[in-house]
């Protein structure tokens, strides 16, 4: 089995690599890549891995960038300390969600559980993997992934719904998340834009930054910008600047262009 470990600590790379020693299987580890940047540059330039472990927080971000800038064809087993992003990271390609410090058992249960949904695509144990879209759907059950479809909101004492179709970006402003739909109206929802983030459609929803996210139909107009920055207007207008900083613009375009 061709593993993929990015992981940022040195002490939980020889940790795990000792791990799967214990675990007594036929494993090769392909690289060891500690930020979001060069796992994206293995990514792009290699053939997938059987199988990729993938910490959370990395060196230079948050790991679940990396399947907005690539196309992720391996199955994941998540390592981390933290259990907060336990939702987010079952939306992606994941098998398993391990907590530090990983056990051996949970270990070898995950990669059991993942040899078993391998099994069911007709592969031996010496045969390496190759899984195509409609068959890695499956196997992640990411066909089941639901986005949200509506949103509860507050105006005034009243308290109403609004349907996905009908919303055009969301805002943070004073530690409160506005909803802007389609036709400008203003309402106060009870998420953060990191939340709405992982709960939207990535086709058609981007955070733009750290305050804003909008629906790829609120994107009136787009100009370049000082230091390589784009910057947008927003229909509804947005009374506030909104930028897209250099670090992200190609993933913007991609997004754009997708």
């Not at 990396?66 to 087993?77: D, G, M, S």
């Not at 759907?137 to 639901?146: D, I, P, Q, R, S």
């Not at 390589?228 to 913007?252: N, Y």
Request: overall charge neutral; hydrophobic content about 45%; glycine content about 4%.
């Amino acid at each position: 089995m061709k593993i993929l470990i990015i992981e940022d600590e040195p002490f939980a790379q020889k940790e795990l690599q000792r791990l799967l020693k214990m675990a007594k299987g036929k494993f090769e580890i392909l690289a060891m890549i500690d930020t979001v940047e060069d796992s994206v540059a293995w990514l792009s330039e290699n053939a997938p891995p059987d199988l990729i472990f993938l910490d959370i927080q990395l060196a230079d971000g948050i790991s679940f960038d990396i399947f907005r800038r690539v196309e992720v064809k391996a199955p994941v087993i998540f390592t981390t300390a933290y259990d907060q992003y336990a939702v987010q990271a079952f939306q992606l390609n994941s098998i398993d969600y391990l907590l530090k410090p990983i056990k051996i058992n949970e270990l070898t249960r995950a990669i059991s559980k993942y040899e078993g949904l391998r099994k069911q695509f007709g592969k031996s144990d010496s045969e390496s993997v190759n899984i195509s879209k409609n068959q890695l759907e499956g196997l992640l059950n990411l066909g089941k992934t639901e986005y949200k479809s509506r949103f509860v909101a507050r105006v005034g004492d009243q308290i109403k719904y609004v349907p996905i179709e009908e919303l055009a970006y969301f805002y943070a402003e004073d530690n409160v998340v506005f909803l802007i739909n389609k036709a400008g109206n203003r309402y106060i929802i009870d998420y953060s834009i990191e939340e709405l983030d992982s709960l939207l459609d990535p086709k058609y929803f981007f955070r733009l930054n750290r305050s804003v996210l909008a629906h790829i139909c609120a994107i009136h107009k787009v100009y370049k910008y000082l230091n390589s920055r784009l910057k947008l207007e927003l229909k509804p207008e947005l009374k506030k600047e909104v930028l897209i900083s250099r670090a992200k613009v190609a993933e913007f375009m991609g997004w754009m262009d997708r």
